[in-house]
């Protein structure tokens, strides 16, 4: 005679939840394998992380700070958890770089960048 299923504790999931909790967690494990090795910027990106972004050494916008500097690099560097991101280097005329994230960076007009 089949054993009836177990019933959960209080506060725990159901068997049904956890198996489908597991088959989701499978799958983005399956995404992140086949992606693996692409990478996320829409530039080329040398071996050493630096990505050949058109605006590099023109003046931006940093969205984040409202600062207009010169874009000095953009990079890709691994959180803890793996997963790249890429920031860009800004430097002010007082010569200390601040990072934010790349997508933070817009264009300026080009005679502001004559003029600068």
Known sequence: MPTPPEEPRPGEP??????RAADGWERFMR????RAGQEDA????????YEQHPLLNTLVRDVASRSV?????VT???QDGGRPVRLAHIR???????????????????????TS
């Open 14 to 19: 159901s068997r049904a939840l956890r198996l």
């Open 31 to 34: 995404r992140g394998q086949d």
């Open 42 to 49: 829409p530039y080329a990106v040398g071996p050493d992380g």
């Open 69 to 73: 500097r010169r874009l000095t690099a």
């Open 76 to 78: 890709h560097e691994l």
């Open 92 to 114: 002010p005329s007082s010569g200390v770089e601040w990072t934010t994230a790349a997508d933070n960076v817009r264009a300026m007009p080009i005679e502001r960048n004559i």
